[in-house]
């Protein structure tokens, strides 16, 4: 009942997650606000539903991912510190797409691989003179940019 109409409760994305992981995507551009109270709920390991009464008991692993700059996002008061100590246990750089050309050739065929059962019926592999400008472009985008231009290949 936090809302008109809202007759069952729906388990969030936390409660999903009991016993697993949850992944949070970009969580630098998350508003201090929310950072607030997924500092609660990862220090309490509960939290209350919308309207609820109750708490609710959670143990999931978190996982995020950014591409900020956390410790300067701090220091402009855009991130918490206390959340970045909290979620920094294991961090794991990922360096661009541009840092590591060699990874172009397997992705994009991963990426022909996941897109070709809708898009392009037929085609294995992309021309040599395709996957030779895909190794010499700089991927600003980074992996999502290269996804995107194979699924378009394969529109197109």
């Known amino acids: 009942g936090a809302f008109p109409g809202a007759t069952a409760e729906k388990p969030g994305k936390f ?23 997924l500092l609660q709920v990862l220090q309490d390991e509960e939290f209350f539903r919308v309207g609820g009464k109750k708490s609710v008991r959670v143990d999931s692993r978190v996982v995020v991912a950014t591409n900020r700059d956390l410790e300067k996002e701090i220091a402009l008061g855009n ?3 206390d959340l970045y100590y909290r979620l920094n246990v294991v961090a794991i750089r990922l360096p661009a797409l ?3 050309m060699e990874d172009v050739v397997p992705l994009t065929d991963h990426f022909l691989k996941k897109y070709g059962r809708h898009y392009i019926h037929g085609v ?3 021309p040599a003179e395709v996957l030779k400008a895909f190794t010499e ?8 940019e290269l996804e995107n231009m194979v699924r378009r290949l394969g529109v197109l």
């Open 15 to 37: 409660e999903l997650a009991h016993t697993g992981t949850i992944f949070l995507d970009e969580i630098g551009e998350m508003a201090i606000r929310l950072q607030a109270k």
């Open 124 to 126: 294995s592999e992309l």
């Open 79 to 81: 991130f918490r510190e």
């Open 137 to 144: 472009y700089d991927w600003p985008g980074n992996v999502r």
């Open 98 to 100: 541009r840092e590591r």
